[in-house]
């Protein structure tokens, strides 16, 4: 199993960026994908990013342009670069790993992102 801890949520302004970590337990380019979820009150969780082994990455269009997954393998980290914030990208933001094809998600404990003036 892998575990994954999420830094960097906060309060920023809209128009704001923040900078979302995940430091991982194993060694990143062994995992599938990484990558990103969110979930806001009501909501069901959704993709935000996703980063694969080879490095292709993934963005559903609401956050196309503004975010950016990256990740670093010396420290075993993923980052979220959020840019542009808007209100509506308030949200807990989760971590995932799927570690292979076939496997299921291992989750962080996820990070409060909260944009507001």
């Known amino acids: 199993q892998v575990q994954l801890v999420e830094s960097g949520g906060g309060l920023v302004q809209p128009g704001g960026s923040l900078r979302l970590s995940c430091a991982c337990s194993?060694?990143?380019?062994?995992?599938?994908?990484m990558g990103w979820h969110r979930q806001a009150p009501g909501n069901q969780r959704e993709l935000v990013a996703q980063i694969f082994s080879a490095g292709n990455t993934y963005y559903p269009d609401s956050v196309k342009g503004r975010f950016t997954i990256s990740r670093d393998s010396a420290k075993n980290t993923v980052y979220l670069e959020m840019n542009s914030l808007k209100p509506e990208d308030t949200a807990v933001y989760y971590c995932f790993a799927l570690p292979r094809v076939g496997a299921v998600n291992d989750w962080g404990k996820g990070t409060q992102v909260t944009v507001s003036s």
């Open positions: 194993k060694d990143i380019l062994g995992i599938y994908i």
